[in-house]
């Protein structure tokens, strides 16, 4: 038997990690599917929900951009596909033109109460929780 490097090692780590990280996403897709969500969407409501408690309370979708894993252009893709269904609304920053806020809607609150529950438990399961 061969002795394994530490390249190898390195390597199978990696390996383990993506294949974890692929199950626990499908798992959590197909629990969110009949609410018309997946992991990215119900991601982006929790983030929102957890920044901003209370109701009206804005984020930066540049705060978000940092906490998805998700490219700057996909987030943005997200982010309208949830705006058209009512989910989140967006803002500019008055202070900073470039900016755009996203806050999460009344809809968009209740559904992420709804589902949290329900992606918990996928997460459990896909982990072994």
């Given at each position: 038997?061969?002795?394994?490097?530490?390249?190898?090692?390195?390597?199978?780590?990696w390996r383990d990690i993506l294949a974890v990280?692929?199950?626990?996403?499908?798992?959590?897709?197909?629990?969110?599917?009949?609410?018309?969500?997946?992991?990215?969407?119900?991601?982006?409501?929790?983030?929102?929900?957890?920044?901003?408690?209370?109701?009206?309370?804005?984020?930066?979708?540049?705060?978000?951009?940092?906490?998805?894993?998700?490219?700057?252009?996909?987030?943005?893709?997200?982010?309208?596909?949830?705006?058209?269904?009512?989910l989140v609304e967006r803002s500019m920053c008055?202070?900073?033109?470039?900016?755009?806020?996203?806050?999460?809607t009344s809809r968009g609150r209740d559904l992420?109460?709804?589902?949290?529950?329900?992606?918990?438990?996928?997460?459990?399961?896909?982990?072994?929780?």
């Amino acid at each position: 038997m061969a002795v394994e490097t530490a390249d190898a090692r390195l390597e199978q780590r990696w390996r383990d990690i993506l294949a974890v990280h692929a199950r626990t996403l499908g798992e959590i897709d197909r629990a969110l599917h009949p609410y018309g969500l997946g992991a990215s969407d119900f991601e982006v409501l929790d983030l929102l929900a957890a920044g901003a408690p209370r109701e009206g309370e804005q984020c930066r979708v540049q705060n978000l951009a940092g906490r998805v894993h998700l490219s700057q252009s996909a987030l943005s893709r997200l982010i309208a596909r949830l705006e058209k269904d009512g989910l989140v609304e967006r803002s500019m920053c008055l202070e900073d033109r470039r900016g755009v806020y996203v806050t999460l809607t009344s809809r968009g609150r209740d559904l992420h109460a709804e589902t949290l529950p329900v992606q918990r438990a996928a997460l459990a399961r896909a982990l072994g929780e």
